[in-house]
Every structure is written in structure tokens, then in C-alpha cells.
């Protein structure tokens, strides 16, 4: 149960932030205006907080881990909204940040 917890909290995480960043990319280098900016820093606010009610205590462990989710879910956010087409060495490195998150996460200690 806490892994599923962990990991719904990594995704909701992945959402905040890349969207955030997406949103502020959008008003910035897009011209699409103050509202779309503003909307990305408090998405990026929420995915601070979201990080914090991770069950593993160890800041340096989650957000390491995090950066795995993050990898992966920055190409799956370009494939969906952006039209993003992955190359065989993105999704191996993809994978590999995947299997990184599980190892530091989730191992036996």
C-alpha cells in the first residue's frame, strides 16, 4: 500500500511540476500572457507540498528518486501536448531513470 501510495505521489508530483514549467514555457516563449505564467508558478508551488507527503522521511532519497519520474514524465508530456516523438535513446534513458526511481525508492533495506 505504501508503494502505491509513493507512487501516485511521484505522478502527482510529475504533473504540478512539468505542467507548471509547461505553463510558464507556454506564457513566456509562447506569448500566451501573465495568467498562463501565473497559473504555472502556483502548479509549481503545489508540486513542493506534494513532494513533502512522500512516506520516505529522507529529503535527498525522494527527490533523487523524483528526478527519475520527472525524466520520464518530461517526454510523456511532450509526446501528449506537444507532439514530442522520443527516439530509441529517450526511452531506453527513460526506462533506466524508471528503474533508478524503483532501486533507490522501493529496495529492501
Not at 505522478?11 to 505553463?23: C, H, R, V
Not at 535527498?60 to 527519475?68: C, E, I, N, Q
Request: neutral net charge.
Amino acid at each position: 500500500m505504501l508503494v502505491a501510495r509513493s507512487v501516485a505521489l511521484f505522478l502527482a508530483a510529475a504533473l504540478l511540476e512539468i505542467g507548471g514549467a509547461w505553463l510558464v514555457w507556454q506564457g513566456v516563449r509562447e506569448h500566451r500572457g501573465w495568467l498562463w505564467i501565473g497559473l504555472g508558478v502556483l502548479a509549481l508551488g503545489a508540486y513542493g507540498f506534494v513532494a513533502t507527503l512522500q512516506p520516505d522521511a529522507a529529503f535527498g532519497r525522494v527527490l533523487a528518486a523524483y528526478g527519475g519520474v520527472f525524466v520520464a514524465g518530461s517526454l510523456a508530456w511532450g509526446m501528449a501536448l506537444d507532439g514530442y516523438r522520443p527516439d530509441r535513446f529517450d526511452v531506453a534513458g527513460a526506462l533506466l531513470c524508471l528503474a533508478g526511481v524503483a532501486l533507490i525508492m522501493y529496495a529492501p533495506r
